[in-house]
């Protein structure tokens, strides 16, 4: 008979996700329009996304 599983507390990833893009508006859109992703944050500097990041 096997041992019983143990399971363990949930932990933040350690891998993340980093694009580059040359119309990064366009890439937030897309990525929320399409996969349901959410704006958790978001940087400009005279128009220009300098940080995004989706959840």
Same mark, same amino acid.
């Given at each position: 008979?096997?041992? !019983?599983?143990? %399971? %363990? ?5 350690? #891998?993340? +996700? $980093? +694009?580059? $893009?040359?119309?990064? !508006?366009? +890439?937030?859109?897309?990525? *929320?329009?399409?996969?349901?992703? #959410? *704006? $958790?944050? %978001?940087?400009?500097?005279?128009? *220009? *996304?300098?940080?995004?990041? +989706?959840?």
């Amino acid at each position: 008979m096997s041992e !019983p599983t143990t %399971r %363990r507390k949930a932990q933040n990833p350690t #891998v993340y +996700l $980093a +694009l580059q $893009a040359t119309d990064a !508006p366009a +890439l937030t859109d897309y990525h *929320v329009n399409t996969f349901g992703f #959410v *704006v $958790a944050a %978001r940087y400009e500097d005279d128009g *220009v *996304v300098q940080h995004a990041q +989706l959840a």
